[in-house]
């Protein structure tokens, strides 16, 4: 074998062999959850109820309520905002976008205090709303950023031909720009998916009881002394509440990645 | 001409009202709270106490070490995440065969949930049946079994472990995109001049790829600031606060001990460190403002 083959041999051994120490938390996992009682394992967590109620399920419908409550806001103000910034002129148009965006600094988790009183006396305790606002708030800064860079690439060309027609704002946003947008739009909403869904601190902290739990805090709540399940099942917890992701990974790769690479994470 | 100029306040109102009512009015009260002395919600008790909150926390030696743990943190974290990211990317570009199939492999940890790795390396460094210790028993290295998440020494490093799994992907993305702006002459041009992988690597790569080092850079150090779930899951910043963070320090004092004037200056310390450190980032390496853009 010439000298380039054996190094590339060598090289597809190592990338391999990190693919495949990659995959072993995976293995060690599914590993534990089947134990004991192998595919029952999973039937026995979706089938746990509480009052009657199956608290998986429900728990899953929490995440889909708080996801999409709270890309529904994302989407509208971000869109929104970064036309404003991207295509108009106004006083103080650079003191709000610093405003906005200097709060990506800033841990949602800091707010804590404030957020939770005033949750309580706005009588918002542990209601779905309380959950959507924050976690749409924590997503706008970067959404925006993301939505005023790709604005920002649209040429002034097109709104002023629409203006010549007769367009108004609104119309030339929704009817122009929204639509050139089209592969930003599907990145921020498949990056935002993911973010939400897989929230955790603020589902920890913002629910008050377990009907409300997203599937994040499926772990959370069975280990909780009275709903205690051994170990196995504590894992089969933990794949179900991977496997929606992975799924979604699976068909929407390329914008996934695409739209991670367009502004960070939260982590 | 815009007829109508307070429409452009119109479209930027829900964003700013929701940033302003749920961002910058807790920071705001964050800053006031953290001057008095209060319990849980009641607000309405408070009593003002200057700055006893911050001179609690300067002499606190449980919150010192628990900035010392996140600097720590932070350096290992975006070393190891930037060196394996790169290393990888670099070898993920020669596009030798099944690189897509590799990519999708390390990159998929970056979309699960810090639940579902806290608790898979939660079993993975189990003292008994966890796959390290498993592993090590079966190589015949027992003698290197230790009680990793429940050792002082050890703990933060079994965090550090699942913290590089679960992002070095990212790393992957965003030097990828970065190499590709590198135009391949300037490879094929030192491959002339005789320069080997290892030269290459750290003459042009890294150097070119600065604009790349300085995101990571940014995002890593914020994000350490703001990290709590991998350390609430696996460790709740135990065994011996080893493993505590500041926000963890924050949830601490305000679930647990109902201390809420003193939660609040920590969460305003935070707050100017995260500001201070971005905006020390940025000066270094003498980039402007504008984050996320490759």
């Known amino acids: 074998m010439s000298n380039a083959k054996k190094k590339n041999l060598l090289i597809e051994v190592i990338l391999f062999a990190v693919a495949a120490i990659w995959i072993i938390p995976v293995l060690s996992t599914v590993q534990i959850s089947l134990k004991n009682g192998g595919i029952q394992n999973y039937q026995d967590v979706f089938a746990t109820k509480i009052n009657e109620v199956m608290i998986l399920p429900k728990m899953i419908l929490n995440s889909v309520i708080v996801t999409g409550g709270t890309i529904l806001i994302v989407m509208v103000s971000a869109t929104l905002a970064a036309y404003a910034f991207s295509k108009q002129v106004f006083r103080g148009k650079h003191f709000f976008f610093v405003l906005l965006l200097s709060c990506y600094a800033i841990p949602m988790l800091s707010t804590l205090i404030p957020n939770s009183l005033l949750m309580k006396s706005l009588g918002l305790r542990g209601s779905y709303i309380s959950m959507i606002f924050l976690l749409a708030t924590a997503n706008i800064p970067l959404a925006i950023l993301i939505f005023k860079g790709n604005f920002d690439g649209i040429s002034k060309t097109y709104i002023e031909a629409a203006a010549i027609d007769g367009s108004t704002d609104l119309k030339t946003f929704l009817f122009i720009i929204l639509p050139m947008s089209k592969p930003a739009v599907v990145n921020v909403l498949v990056v935002l998916f993911i973010q939400v869904w897989n929230d955790f601190q603020i589902p920890l902290v913002f629910s008050t009881s377990p009907e409300k739990y997203t599937l994040t805090l499926a772990p959370t709540f069975f280990g909780l002394t009275q709903n205690r399940l051994d170990l196995p099942h504590l894992y089969a917890s933990i794949v179900i509440i991977a496997i929606p992701v992975i799924a979604f990974y699976m068909f929407m790769q390329d914008k996934i990645v695409e739209g991670m690479s367009l502004g960070g994470l939260k982590e | ?294």
């Open chain 2, 1 to 294: 001409m815009r007829k109508n100029k307070w429409n452009s306040y119109l479209y930027i109102l829900p964003a700013v009202a929701f940033v302003s009512v749920f961002l910058i009015y807790p920071i705001l009260f964050n800053l006031i709270s953290s001057f008095t002395k209060w319990k849980g919600l009641n607000f309405s008790a408070a009593e003002f106490v200057g700055l006893q909150n911050y001179a609690a926390l300067w002499k606190d030696t449980v919150f010192r070490n628990d900035l010392k743990n996140c600097i720590f943190f932070m350096v290992l974290t975006l070393f190891f995440q930037m060196s394996i990211g790169l290393l990888l990317t670099v070898l993920l570009n020669m596009k030798l065969a099944g690189h897509r199939f590799l990519e999708t492999v390390y990159f998929f940890p970056v979309v699960l949930s810090s639940v579902v790795i806290g608790y898979t390396f939660s079993h993975i460094f189990e003292p008994n049946f966890g796959a390290l210790n498993t592993f090590l028993q079966s190589a015949g290295l027992s003698n290197l079994k230790r009680m990793w998440i429940g050792d002082p020494k050890y703990a933060i490093y079994a965090i550090l472990i699942a913290n590089i799994y679960q992002w070095a992907g990212m790393g992957i993305i965003y030097y990828r995109a970065g190499l590709a702006g590198i135009s391949k002459d300037i490879y094929d041009a030192a491959k002339i001049d005789g320069a080997g992988f290892w030269q290459s690597f750290f003459k042009i790569t890294i150097p070119l790829l600065k604009n790349i080092h300085v995101i990571i850079l940014l995002m890593g150090t914020i994000g350490c600031l703001k990290f709590f779930d991998l350390a609430y899951i696996m460790t709740s910043g135990g065994p011996a606060n080893s493993t505590e963070f500041p926000l963890l320090y924050l949830y601490r004092k305000f679930m647990r001990e109902s201390n809420s004037g003193l939660a609040s200056a920590v969460a305003i310390i935070i707050i100017i460190l995260a500001t201070l450190m971005s905006a020390g980032i940025l000066k270094i390496t003498g980039n402007g403002k504008e984050e996320g853009e490759l």
